[in-house]
């Protein structure tokens, strides 16, 4: 099948040519959580055929997206990562993940939701212009996995950060305690669904689905940050 080419002298056509294909955006989603090995990309893009998946990533190879390497810890194996130039491919991801969330409905059993897809989820549903000038460390505790978002401060004038260069996610491990400025207890359906305005925070916490602890400037700013004052529809 030949490649997809637009034919237009314009920006958009021709970024378009290169990630414009199906299941190139989606590889691109799993390899922003971490490398991963061909089996492991198999088994997250269900429905995906083995063949496809080979001409996707050999096509992405090709266009420097991404690059397959050995590694050696914590076992021997090979792996596919994003190249810098495939990096710079997340704040559009980001996007596409905000335009979505209003059209996800409910998992099920066809389509679960898959808790190694968390972080990228919580680091989707911020609202970058809401984010704080100084560090900022939230716990998500929740029933798809527990972990820690950092935001790190913004630099003076002539130094800033990007708001993807700023913000942190990592996994929280059963014996670590790290230290935060608030934690949310729940899980990603609650949050969601407030943030989608589906139910307001008072019923949620008044039902089980969310709870926060934390100072009233960090509670005030993950609000904020997450939208969780949206009315209720």
């Given at each position: 099948?030949?490649?997809?080419?637009?034919?237009?002298?314009?920006?958009?056509?021709?970024?378009?040519?290169?990630v414009?294909?199906?299941?190139t955006?989606l590889?691109?989603r799993?390899?922003?959580?971490a490398p991963?090995?061909?089996?492991?990309?198999r088994?997250?893009l269900?429905?995906?055929?083995?063949n496809?998946?080979a001409?996707?990533?050999?096509?992405?190879e090709d266009a420097?997206?991404?690059?397959k390497?050995h590694?050696?810890?914590?076992?021997?194996r090979?792996?596919y990562?994003?190249?810098d130039r495939?990096?710079?491919?997340?704040p559009?991801?980001?996007?596409?993940?905000?335009f979505g969330?209003?059209?996800?409905?409910?998992?099920?059993?066809?389509?679960?939701m898959m808790?190694e897809?968390?972080?990228?989820?919580?680091?989707a549903?911020?609202?970058?212009?809401e984010l704080?000038a100084?560090?900022?460390?939230?716990r998500f505790?929740?029933?798809e996995?527990?972990q820690?978002v950092?935001?790190?401060?913004?630099?003076?004038?002539?130094?800033r950060?990007?708001?993807?260069?700023?913000?942190?996610?990592a996994?929280v491990?059963?014996?670590?305690?790290?230290?935060?400025?608030v934690v949310?207890r729940?899980?990603?359906?609650?949050l969601l669904?407030?943030r989608?305005g589906i139910?307001?925070?008072?019923?949620?916490?008044e039902q089980g689905?969310?709870s926060?602890?934390g100072s009233?400037?960090?509670?005030?700013?993950?609000?904020?940050?997450y939208?969780?004052?949206?009315?209720?529809?």
């Amino acid at each position: 099948m030949p490649k997809r080419d637009y034919k237009q002298f314009c920006p958009t056509a021709r970024a378009l040519n290169v990630v414009g294909e199906r299941w190139t955006l989606l590889i691109v989603r799993d390899l922003l959580i971490a490398p991963r090995r061909y089996s492991d990309l198999r088994r997250s893009l269900t429905g995906m055929a083995s063949n496809l998946l080979a001409v996707r990533l050999t096509e992405m190879e090709d266009a420097d997206l991404v690059v397959k390497k050995h590694i050696e810890e914590p076992s021997p194996r090979d792996v596919y990562a994003l190249t810098d130039r495939g990096r710079a491919l997340e704040p559009v991801l980001l996007e596409l993940a905000r335009f979505g969330f209003p059209l996800l409905g409910m998992p099920t059993d066809e389509q679960p939701m898959m808790a190694e897809r968390v972080p990228l989820g919580l680091r989707a549903m911020m609202h970058e212009p809401e984010l704080p000038a100084g560090r900022l460390v939230i716990r998500f505790a929740l029933d798809e996995g527990d972990q820690l978002v950092t935001i790190a401060a913004q630099r003076p004038r002539g130094q800033r950060l990007l708001p993807t260069e700023r913000v942190t996610v990592a996994a929280v491990e059963d014996h670590d305690r790290p230290e935060s400025d608030v934690v949310v207890r729940g899980s990603m359906a609650g949050l969601l669904w407030i943030r989608e305005g589906i139910i307001d925070l008072d019923a949620a916490n008044e039902q089980g689905l969310l709870s926060l602890e934390g100072s009233e400037d960090a509670l005030t700013a993950l609000r904020f940050l997450y939208r969780l004052d949206a009315p209720a529809a």
